[in-house]
């Protein structure tokens, strides 16, 4: 089985075609396994991330075809073409720069909430944003996250953060406004930052999708556009 | 080849972001210490995110569990080999630990009749009473909490590999930290950070046994290599915890987890490649007891062709009343490993209709720093100590488990030991004077920047796999006196070819000198655990040695093995002795287990609807009432 690695060196993109041996018969592997094996073979120097293997740590995203995929529970077919995930800028083969997205949530986030009364249960939505493994394939097609490179700028802060928000930046806040620990202030701020983070761009968005199938439209950005704007 | 040097100032640094880290940073910084986080993985990313999400709160679910109890329960569970002060201070502190990952937006599920956090319904192995929590999500809800501690207002490197702890090495006293080294991959820089205090929380070494593990891939034993070379000692080393159910295929599943002793449930048995039953009442056994049962029905030709054994989940399930209780507890309490199942093997396995090939897998090492219960470095004695302002928490320290460690306790582990080693690094900060020594950080960048271009032979890449592969022969579940020989001639032919390998000459995340880095830590870490290995000769807990008879642990007097390096880079290799809980205390518990596995073997020797009925009412009294159709509607809603 050939598949197609994008490997990127000093900003140099290269096709290399790797012949993956399965490892048991009919063996359908995933991107990740194809990826280890051929760490562990022809090229020993390639860069990716993984950790759980586990579809539970999100750090293994990978593009396959173009779209974003959980690179541990993705198979790969025959012709398949591997490569960096294109939302974040590559650093080297598998591997994109991630941490401006979590930078910008600093300052933003509540504060230990000391004093609140913990012995209260969370909605069953509170639950449901926290599957969320931050595995960013939801940052594919999501205009307002593309605002970061609108005329092939970057936009980031001095701190590195992305100016510009993205689902997953949405999907904490709107975790904050679900909490009942949390109180009217913080959540009132979570509304705040989501609207300074670009919320407006979701107004006439189609919608964004989530590795792991959280119900993203429904469950994050609606109830923050009503929030913020009475529609929907 | 030039990489550019930043230079930064802070009071802590903190290597690692999982529990450990995040809480030490989050108490260092609370404590008014100006902290650096460092973290390989994105921030967050660690064991602790990826974990099943239990965990030990004390008297969770009755006061009657003291910290007595709690504390014996540990040092029971490690035979005596826990310190006295390291298991007083997790029983202190458990409960403390768990507000402080609730305050960072963990949320229970409640038990509203009495308004607080839900228990399991079970007390897992080892534990003597009902205190684990598990949570919806499972260890994704604390690694939200963790992110959040560490993102709100602490500063953080990410992909970035904390290198080596710089100390000023003093011959009249103990050395002193300085501050610490850092290959900042994303940015393609090393930074070197003047900071008197450095804890090390950089998780365990389950990578070295890749990919017989369930852990992240980070795990490569960074904790331990850098707590040597920082001049502190290890102890326990050769206990390294092997999870007796993980999967043997298909081979993408290869070492996740399939599910935990207490999960085999009341009629829950090992079985050989033949049927035969090799071990029972696995619901209370301990996992070091289930992976012995495996790795020597193994050695003994009863294996399967993976060489792994069978778990049989089938007798609890063949029940109509009790049946689905058993299944809503498998659900309930590891949700995330029963997905996995699913996964894995379908539908049929997932109801546990049929039997599950599992094999032992690395999960946790119960060794590491030696350190007091407030997580400072100390040597002989205690008092003695090694270098100053080095600190470790989490699976980096060791003390806290000894030869087994009881489930749902490293979570906790984490939090308290993460927020006493912050407390403790911020007031260090506050009083320490050292002097700035630019050389010492040059001195051992000049090192680092060396290996970063290199002609030559082997890619570091190739070298980590074939040490991976001696690391679960040799100092794997089952060891021998021949093997660590084998072991210890591979280790320094590879320690050799290691000097001379390929690695490119660019600054930008340099994957082969990542790998190289790595096999380093992991070549110090093995070295150390093949010595104690050594040492100990007979079986203990998780330390099987197929050569050797077992320890007792009703006579005798319990040591912990020591490792440190010795002034001339070479190994030293010393004991330290524990005090023996007494045999008075050790009966009754010996006594309590007795009665329960008597008591369960009573059970799978009755009629099956008597034994039916029996299990159905345990379950009832603390899960209510549960239906076979609402079993069938919840687990048909989870494939979906
Ligand atoms: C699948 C699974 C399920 C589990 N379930 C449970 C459970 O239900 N209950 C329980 O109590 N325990 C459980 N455990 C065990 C528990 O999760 C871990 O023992 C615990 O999380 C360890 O915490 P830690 O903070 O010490 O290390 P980790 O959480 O592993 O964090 C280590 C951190 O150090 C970083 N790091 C490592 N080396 C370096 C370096 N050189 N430079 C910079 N950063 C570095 C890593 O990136 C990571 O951020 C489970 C473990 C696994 C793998
Ligand atoms: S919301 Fe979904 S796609 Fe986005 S980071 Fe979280 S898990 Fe990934
Ligand atoms: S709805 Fe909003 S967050 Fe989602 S993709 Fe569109 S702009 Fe992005
Ligand atoms: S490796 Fe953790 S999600 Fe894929």
Redesign the interface.
């Known amino acids: 089985m050939k598949v197609e690695l994008i490997t990127v060196?000093?900003g140099e993109e290269r096709v290399v075609e790797y012949e993956y041996k399965p490892?048991?018969e009919g063996?359908r592997?995933?991107a990740?396994?194809v990826l280890l094996q051929a760490?562990?073979t022809e090229l020993?120097?390639?860069?990716f991330r993984?950790?759980?293997?586990?579809r539970?740590?999100?750090?293994c995203t990978i593009d396959v075809n173009g779209r974003p995929r959980v690179g541990?529970?993705a198979r790969v077919r025959d012709g398949d073409r591997v490569s960096a995930p294109a939302t974040l800028p590559v650093?080297?083969?598998m591997?994109s720069?991630?941490?401006g997205v979590?930078?910008q949530?600093?300052?933003?986030?509540?504060?230990?909430?000391?004093g609140n009364d913990?012995?209260?249960?969370?909605p069953d939505d509170?639950?449901a944003l926290?599957?969320?493994?931050?595995c960013y394939a939801c940052l594919d097609k999501c205009p307002m996250h593309a605002r970061n490179f609108e005329d092939g700028e970057e936009r980031r802060d001095a701190s590195g953060a992305y100016r510009h928000g993205n689902p997953f930046s949405l999907l904490?806040l709107q975790?904050i406004r679900l909490?009942?620990?949390a109180d009217p202030a913080e959540k009132a701020a979570a509304l705040e930052t989501a609207l300074a983070l670009g919320l407006d761009a979701c107004r006439d968005c189609p919608g964004c999708k989530c590795g792991v199938g959280i119900d993203l439209k429904r469950k994050v950005v609606k109830p923050l556009v009503v929030a913020a704007f009475g529609d929907s | 080849m030039t990489i550019e040097t930043e230079w930064r100032d802070y009071d802590v640094i903190v290597v690692g972001s999982g529990g450990a880290g995040s809480a030490a940073a989050h108490a260092a910084s609370e404590a008014g210490a100006k902290v650096l986080v460092v973290s390989k993985d994105p921030i967050g990313c660690s064991d602790t995110k990826i974990a099943e999400g239990i965990v030990t709160v004390r008297a969770s679910a009755g006061e009657d569990d003291t910290e007595e109890v709690l504390a014996e329960n540990l040092r029971i569970a490690g035979s005596d080999l826990p310190t006295e002060d390291i298991t007083a201070a997790f029983a202190q502190d458990t409960q403390d630990a768990y507000e402080w990952y609730r305050r960072q937006g963990v949320r229970p599920d409640m038990d509203h009749k009495e308004d607080k956090p839900a228990v399991l319904p079970i007390a897992l192995g080892g534990h003597t009473k009902r205190r684990s929590i598990g949570h919806q999500n499972g260890g994704l809800a604390l690694g939200h909490a963790l992110w959040n501690a560490v993102v709100q207002g602490i500063d953080y490197l990410e992909d970035a590999w904390f290198l080596d702890v710089v100390t000023e090495e003093n011959d009249d006293g103990p050395d002193e930290v300085l501050g610490g080294l850092i290959y900042d991959a994303a940015r393609g820089v090393f930074v070197a950070v003047r900071a008197p205090s450095v804890v090390i929380a950089s998780g365990g070494l389950s990578t070295m046994y890749f990919p017989k593990t369930d852990t992240m891939r980070g795990n490569t034993g960074d904790s331990y290599a850098l707590a040597l070379r920082a001049g502190a000692d290890l102890v326990d080393m050769e206990q390294i915890q092997f999870l007796p159910f993980c999967m043997t295929y298909p081979p993408a599943y290869e070492g996740l987890l399939a599910g935990e002793p207490v999960t085999a449930g009341y009629l829950g048995v090992l079985r050989d490649k033949d049927g035969k039953v090799i071990l029972d009442s696995v619901m209370l056994r301990t996992r070091a007891e289930c992976s012995a049962a495996i790795v020597r029905a193994v050695e003994a030709g009863r294996g399967t062709e993976r060489d792994g054994c069978y778990l049989d989940l089938t007798g609890n399930v063949d029940l109509p009343k009790s049946g689905p209780y058993f299944e809503k507890f498998l659900h309930t309490a590891v949700s995330g490993v029963m997905a996995t199942v699913r996964q894995a093997w379908g539908k049929n396995a997932a109801q546990c209709k049929e039997m599950w090939e599992v094999r032992p897998g690395a999960h946790y090492a119960m060794g590491g720093m030696r350190v007091n219960s407030d997580c400072v470095a100390i040597g002989d004695d205690g008092a003695d100590v090694p270098v100053r302002g080095l600190y470790a928490a989490g699976q980096a320290m060791g003390g806290v488990f000894g030869s087994n460690r009881l489930g749902s306790t490293s979570l906790s582990e984490g939090a308290i030991f993460g927020a006493r080693a912050g407390r403790g690094a911020a007031a260090r900060a506050k009083t320490a004077r050292t002097k700035p020594q630019e050389d010492r950080f040059e001195k051992r960048l000049a090192r680092y920047a060396d290996a970063l271009s290199h002609d030559g032979g082997d890619a570091p890449a190739l070298l980590v796999k074939e040490l991976q592969a001696a690391c679960w022969n040799f100092i794997g579940p089952a060891r021998t006196e021949d093997g660590l020989d084998t072991f210890d001639a591979a280790v320094a032919q590879l320690r050799d070819r290691a000097s001379k390998a390929a690695i490119p000459a660019d600054a930008l995340w340099n994957q082969s000198f990542i790998e190289y880095l790595e096999l380093m830590n992991m070549l110090d870490t093995a070295q150390a655990v093949s010595l104690a290995a050594r040492d100990r000769d007979h079986s203990l807990g998780a330390h099987v040695r197929l050569d050797g008879g077992q320890t007792s642990t009703l006579f005798g007097q319990p040591h912990s093995v020591v490792v440190r390096r010795d002034s001339a880079g070479g190994y030293a290799v010393s004991h330290a002795a524990r005090p023996k809980t007494p045999l008075k205390r050790l009966l009754p518990h010996m006594i309590a287990d007795a009665k329960r596995k008597l008591s369960l073997k009573t059970l799978r020797m009755m009629p099956a609807g008597m034994r039916d009925n029996i299990i159905e009412d345990r379950y009832r009294s603390v899960m209510g009432e549960v239906s076979r159709e609402d079993v069938d509607a919840k687990t048909e809603a989870a494939a979906a």
């Open positions: 060196r000093n490892r048991e063996e592997p995933m990740l396994d760490q562990a020993p120097d390639l860069a993984y950790g759980c293997r586990n539970t740590c999100g750090i541990c529970r650093v080297r083969d591997v720069r991630r941490d979590a930078r949530l600093r300052g933003r986030l509540p504060n230990g909430l000391r913990l012995e209260v249960a969370a509170y639950h926290t599957a969320c493994i931050e904490k975790r909490d009942p620990v």
